[in-house]
């Protein structure tokens, strides 16, 4: 038997911050290809430190639901699952290439394969990508539009900035949109100024976070000027500067975020059989409209 | 479910395979014979031929026998002594590996709510249900075919407030994820950031349940409960006290084990006490060091402190890094008695409750502003600090 742990963050004070994990947990129980899947977070339950022990399964696969190889996924994840000999050096990477590692848990008699976050996965170019096409709603935009992927910054933690790029760089190589810009909320190039980076008329911006939160649906639209006030809304696109800003919301939210998981799983040696495909084909025909861009508001903490 | 006459055959292949050893159920194969025993029968012999009359006449072990180890399964695993607790059933396993260590509970409390039925009575009390509280939540094991048992059991869930409900007065819902949604808020809307807070809301069920989707729910509801109630009852609870709980944190929550000692007594009371969390706590400050309060009756333990408790004792090591200090203020003794009011109030969740023009509770609104419109200078209570030497 084989078991998926998406390991997510959580919030004790916004209860939607864990709608985006329970959805893409669900979508991977309707694929199949896993005998038991458990959603486990920092700051809901069951935690991190009790999920493993629920489980039947012997062979265990733990895909974290953050965006960057940092503190949580090199320090607090591994731990609380009590992965004793889980050293970062086991992923042998350079801040975006973790893979996974695989590690005995010390309080169950079980294998543990302890996957690189989904932020860093290659997949993950695509969701953005996917993203762009959902809040356009035109499946082949890119001529003449410019998108901008936002993060973080380094002032978190220097991977944050580099998950960024790396997606950037990949939707840049590919020759689909005019331009293609990595933007922080806390560092140059800042996401406040996002009108000065770009030429085109339009402009797609994508944040990559996880879940929608008080980054993405307080802060990053009043900085870049979408709205005065977060809690009147915003219009999708928005004028700003003379520009169309299309502002997509947290990325994480996308339904394509299940394949992700699934895929890195799967690079950990998952038989996940062809759910990605069939998990693909049930989000594209679920359309675009699984997504609300302006739901879930709120400060997580 | 198979039809029971299908089931013959796979009891025989086990008899011959080891042989059969379960709940007072014994079915072995010597020499040719099949012998066949049970708690309130004596042992007779049979063959192949004679197989479908002789077992016919202990047809609740051989449906029990079958429901347990061809449905259900999962040998050794929490979900199935869980489900052997639903409905009274001994502790087997456990037993038979000498690692249960009292079958009548964990302490005696307990005791008189662990009495176990044999399959006859078992079977008995199943036609009608057997109730369990896990909780807030009451939990009824059945028969699905009430008339012809044939072993098959269903589960159904709701509120314990709701036992007196009847069904059509609830929504009904068969998906156990859909225990997610019911437990994220309170009856007041607000959300529940622990699971196991007494503010369950009340008005649902889950009805005709399998055992894999009673357990899902249950875990849905309370996480990990079954999983570490089982490792307790296996004597295999691997309890975290405060200290190594706390100098295990790093990042913001690195400061807590600087918490002082009685500190860790009061936030305990504050927090894990029966009437904020349905856990017993089974940590303590150090395994040898008690903390002065009870951890509670609750019938799952709490093996370390939890998130929510990380988080507040980040803000009360905080807090406890100030100073003591002497304050002066002017206060008739009513109004000093009534902050005791409000905080008591507050404490115990009682604001909503006291009425408009209750005005002789010290708690109510028109009572703290009129104290606030007299005693507060510029937004807090008009004091002097009394330098202390
Ligand atoms: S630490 Fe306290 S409040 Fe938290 S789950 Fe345990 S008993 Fe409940």
Known sequence: ?301 | MSDPANRVEPLLESARDGGVRFDGFRLERTDGAYVLETSETDRIEFDEATADDALSTVAEYVSNWWYWQRVVEGDGTARRAFLRWCERAPPIEAEANGEIADADGIDGSREADERSLPVPDRYEALRDGVDREWGQLRITTRFVDVDEPDGERVYDLWHADDAGTDLAELDVYDDPREAREIATYDDDGRYRPLNTAPTLPSGWAFTGCSGEELVEAVEFFYPATVANWHRERLETLDVDHWLETAERQTGIYDVIDELPREAVDWMAEACCVDSQCLRRREWEYEADDELAIDGGDGQFPCREPCSLVIAAARKWTILESEDERTYELELTTSEFNQLAELIDAVAEGRTDEIREADVYDGANRYRARYLRAKRFDDGSLEARTRGEQ
């Open chain 1, 1 to 301: 038997m084989q078991a998926l742990v998406i390991a997510a963050h959580g919030s004790h004070l916004n209860p939607d911050a864990s709608d985006p994990t329970y959805a893409h947990a669900d979508a991977v129980r309707e694929a199949g290809a896993f005998d038991e899947v458990r959603e486990a977070f920092w700051k809901e339950e069951p935690h991190f430190r009790e999920v493993v022990r629920t489980l039947e399964s012997e062979e265990v696969f733990v895909v974290p639901l953050f965006i960057s190889e940092g503190y949580f996924t090199e320090q607090v994840i591994p731990r609380e699952l009590r992965l004793e000999e889980w050293d970062p050096e086991r992923w042998d990477s350079d801040g975006t290439d973790a893979s996974q590692a695989t590690l005995e848990a010390t309080d169950v008699e079980k294998t543990v394969h302890y996957c690189g976050p989904v932020g860093t996965h290659d997949a993950m170019t695509d969701v953005i990508v996917s993203r762009a096409e959902s809040v356009t709603d035109d499946p082949d935009v890119g001529e003449g539009v410019g998108l901008a992927v936002v993060g973080h910054g380094t002032e978190r933690n220097e991977n944050s900035a580099k998950a960024i790029e790396y997606h950037a760089d990949r939707i840049r190589g590919r020759d689909r949109f005019e331009e293609v810009k990595a933007l922080f909320m806390d560092e140059e190039p800042e996401v406040d100024d996002v009108t000065d980076y770009f030429e085109s008329d339009d402009v797609v911006v994508v944040p990559l976070f996880v879940a929608d939160g008080y980054h993405t649906q307080e802060d990053i639209p009043e900085d870049m000027g979408l709205t005065d006030d977060f809690r009147e809304g915003w219009e999708i696109p928005a004028i700003v500067d003379g520009v169309r800003l299309w502002y997509a919301g947290a990325v994480g939210t996308e339904e394509l975020m299940a394949d992700v998981i699934l895929e890195r799983a799967a690079d950990a040696g998952a038989d996940v059989g062809d759910s990605i495909e069939t998990g693909r084909e049930a989000a594209e025909s679920a359309g675009d409209d699984g997504t609300d861009p302006n739901a879930g508001a709120g400060a997580g903490d």
